[in-house]
């Protein structure tokens, strides 16, 4: 019998919607198509995830880049960055290719990135941060933190029209997306500032959340991809919000008034790409 792979890719974490669902279905809005589904229906492309196999002159871009970038990939990491490489060039030795294991390999990267969130995800819920205390499940926070930030259509995209010029590059994207995780995720566990993992609350089920579901609330037109001393806003559920910050005064623990939903709710809609999603009818008519 033969194997099925997925060929329908999401790029959001299609588990991360269930904190709005209500009998397995969410409320969403796309550019004004109102509808009530489950979270699978929605936020795929076809093959998306798919990893292409790079040639010589891409893969020497490639390690120019990881050089470039002065990244310290640890080696279970690395052998997700890397792996592709090696297959291509054991395809070549063998002149042999399997036709979906670029697909599935593609499609197992995100599943393991998604798996190290789902402990966080849980303590979060439970209003418990212990875990940032922690050095190494810190890392693995960021990690997972970081990768749902860069792996969505909207990343995708600005980067293509922001400084993706070149075919090679394109291709290569996939690839980048990881060093720019773990570049973050150095900046945050070296960065002579520190920063703090703030959680905030409402009591209306209002926090709303988007196919960009993490965003830097200093985002600005002119730099998609932050540098340094950036302030990370995750809405975890529609009662429960994150804000990784080096603002040591931020709110934290705090039940938001109004004014503060309204204000953090307005940031998702800025950064989001085609579709908002909220838990209740009346919060996506927007």
């Not at 009530?36 to 229906?41: G, L, V």
């Not at 871009?61 to 090696?86: G, N, T």
């Not at 995209?157 to 994207?173: A, P, T």
Request: aromatic share 16%; hydrophobic share 40%.
């Amino acid at each position: 019998m033969n194997k099925k792979y997925a060929i329908r890719h999401h790029y959001v974490w299609k588990n991360y919607f269930l904190s709005w669902a209500t009998d397995g279905k969410v409320w969403w809005n796309n550019k004004g198509l109102i509808k009530n589904t489950p979270p699978k229906d929605i936020l795929f492309l076809r093959e998306m995830n798919k990893i292409e196999f790079l040639n010589e002159k891409e893969n020497e871009l490639f390690y120019m880049l990881k050089e470039k970038y002065s990244i310290k990939v640890h080696a279970q990491f690395l052998h997700y960055i890397e792996r592709p490489i090696y297959l291509y060039r054991d395809k070549i030795k063998h002149n042999h290719h399997d036709k979906h294991i670029n697909n599935q390999f593609g499609e197992e990267i995100h599943t393991y990135f998604e798996s190290l969130g789902i402990e966080f995800i849980n303590e979060i819920l439970n209003k418990n941060t212990d875990f940032f205390y922690d050095q190494v499940k810190r890392e693995l926070f960021l990690i997972f933190l970081f990768h749902q930030f860069f792996r969505t259509k909207r990343i995708r995209d600005g980067l293509s029209s922001e400084k993706i010029s070149s075919e090679s590059y394109v291709r290569i994207w996939k690839y980048i997306i990881f060093l720019e995780v773990f570049r973050l995720t150095e900046v945050v566990m070296n960065y002579p500032k520190t920063y703090y993992l703030k959680l905030i609350f409402n009591k209306n089920d209002t926090f709303i959340t988007s196919d960009q579901p993490v965003i830097n609330l200093e985002f600005s037109v002119e730099k998609l991809i932050p540098s340094y001393d950036f302030n990370f806003y995750y809405p975890i559920s529609p009662k429960i919000g994150l804000v990784l910050t080096t603002k040591c005064d931020y709110l934290n623990n705090q039940i938001l008034n109004q004014t503060q939903i309204n204000e953090l709710n307005s940031k998702i809609l800025i950064n989001h790409n085609e579709f908002i999603v909220a838990k209740n009818y009346q919060d996506i008519m927007i």
